[in-house]
Nanobody, 124 residues
Framework: QVQLVESGGGLVQAGGSLRLSCVAS????????AAWFRQAPGKEREFVAF????????YYAEGVKGRFTTSRDNAKNTVYLQMNSVKFEDAAVYYC?????????????????WGQGTQVTVSS
């Protein structure tokens, strides 16, 4: 059993930066894969970023490559999403997720554990 809690969301100006955090508790393990998803009003939840347990491998959705970076600090049971050069299209509720195994890391259904989400709002 794992619990995930996101934080760091809020209002950010277009072109600015924001860092989201996801803290895990319960039966945490460095072997768990983690990911970030986001959901804007009226849209389906979509994949943003993925990171392996060691943090060695990271993958991103095409729309955020070069702007977002995910990382993890297993000693702190925390996964991060650094958002740079934020665009209006990035506004959404951001969720972190974790799983012990997967087939396609881009799919919502692959993840066993989810946080409650943190809102990111972008202003001009």
């Amino acid at each position: 059993q794992v619990q995930l809690v996101e934080s760091g969301g809020g209002l950010v100006q277009a072109g600015g930066s924001l860092r989201l955090s996801c803290v895990a508790s319960g039966r945490t393990s460095e072997s768990y894969y983690a990911a970030w998803f986001r959901q804007a009003p009226g849209k389906e939840r979509e994949f943003v970023a993925f990171i392996t347990g060691s943090g060695f491998s990271r993958y991103y959705a095409e729309g955020v490559k070069g702007r977002f970076t995910t990382s993890r600090d297993n000693a702190k049971n925390t996964v991060y999403l650094q958002m740079n050069s934020v665009k209006f299209e990035d506004a959404a509720v951001y969720y972190c997720a974790a799983t012990s195994a997967y087939s396609d890391y881009r799919r919502v259904g692959e993840y066993e554990y989810w946080g409650q989400g943190t809102q990111v709002t972008v202003s001009s």
